[in-house]
């Protein structure tokens, strides 16, 4: 029996302008995860995934093809193109998921599902991939869910480490100068990215040299929040989320409880919030001083959060390679 997991991830800065070819910065949420386990099966009995969070059980039928539908997507599809990618036949394995990141929360749980079953199905048939060559499988799982990714939750999940990222040139090596909290908190509503991702592209045909405009602002914030945690300054971070949620507002892709619990967060004394991911629904992040991450908590639960996680962004132990890929 082998056993792989995935974490989950916060955007910091830039979601949606990222895939407009903007900067933005992302770091893994190491509190929730996505597990598989592959075990052997009887000969010829071929490859199940079983999903005991939601009891169901799907199985691999053929190496292409199947229902376009969420749960073929983020079951099947992500073994289809490891196999392909192997070149191997559908083995006889018994494989098993559970995860502990929301659905639809703007948290990578599609991303994060995937990176764990191809992690076991590699272990299980004795082919380790590097997380180079796992990084694009998982980017095309992630074209299936959204159309269009930018492709940072897949790197960002798969390499478990905070990313500077810009599209279409893989993660981008950058100092963290000193670790800094954040408290994720959850509204209890979905997000779900193809819708978000979808409206701001009809915002753009709509209004394209406005919405442009949005999308380089939001750049020079990813990019000025980098040098700031190059820097070790955390206090002037706060106001760039804050403005940074603005631009997302006015994207269309925020909603009164991301409002309220963001401004629930600065009342309580964060030095800045915002949402963090597709938006609508899903998560969002404050930053704090740690003698401030309680009575925040605390101040977001009052305000209608479900759950609220601390979760600290600190330098990986291990160098990000420098090669491109995606
Ligand atoms: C979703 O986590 C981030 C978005 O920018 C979409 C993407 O980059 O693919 C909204």
Redesign the pocket.
């Known amino acids: 029996m082998v056993r792989a997991d995935a974490p989950g991830?916060i955007?910091l800065f830039?979601?949606?302008a990222?895939?407009y070819g903007q900067p933005?910065i992302a770091a893994p949420l190491h509190a929730v995860r996505a597990t598989a386990v592959a075990e052997p099966a009887l000969p010829v009995s071929g490859l199940t995934v079983h999903a005991p969070d939601i009891d169901r059980t799907l199985r691999l039928e053929a190496l292409d093809g199947g229902p376009d539908e969420p749960l073929h997507n983020a079951l099947v599809f992500p073994i289809q193109v490891a196999l392909r990618y192997l070149g191997l036949p559908i083995p006889d394995l018994r494989m098993t998921v559970r995860s502990t990141i929301p659905i639809a929360s703007?948290l990578?749980s599609g991303a994060a599902l995937a990176t764990a079953l191809v992690r076991a199905l590699c272990a299980a048939l004795g082919h380790s991939l590097t997380n180079d060559e796992l990084n694009p499988l998982i980017f095309r799982v992630?074209q299936r869910h959204?159309g269009?990714?930018?492709?940072?939750?897949n790197t960002v999940i798969v390499y478990e480490q905070p990313v500077y990222f810009v599209s279409g040139t893989g993660p981008q090596p950058f100092t963290i100068a000193r670790p800094f909290t954040l408290l994720v908190a959850d509204t209890g509503h979905g997000s779900f990215?193809h819708e978000?991702?979808g409206d701001v592209r009809r915002l753009h045909e709509a209004a394209p040299a406005q919405v442009a405009a949005i999308f380089a602002e939001i750049g020079g914030i990813a990019r000025q929040a980098r040098a700031l945690i190059e820097a070790g300054e955390f206090t002037p971070l706060g106001p760039l989320m804050d403005s940074n949620h603005d631009l997302l507002r006015q994207l269309t892709v925020s909603s009164d409880t991301l409002d309220r619990l963001c401004a629930a967060a600065r009342a309580a004394g964060a030095w800045g919030a915002k949402l963090s991911?597709?938006?609508r629904g899903g998560n969002i992040i404050a930053l704090v001083d740690d003698e401030r991450a309680g009575p925040v908590a605390e101040a977001l639960r009052a305000a209608g959060a479900v759950n609220v996680i601390q979760t600290v962004v600190r330098a990986p132990e291990q160098a990000l390679p420098c090669s491109p890929s995606r």
């Open positions: 991830k955007i830039g979601e949606h990222v895939v933005a703007g990578g992630e959204h269009t990714p930018s492709g940072i939750d990215t978000t991702v991911g597709g938006g």
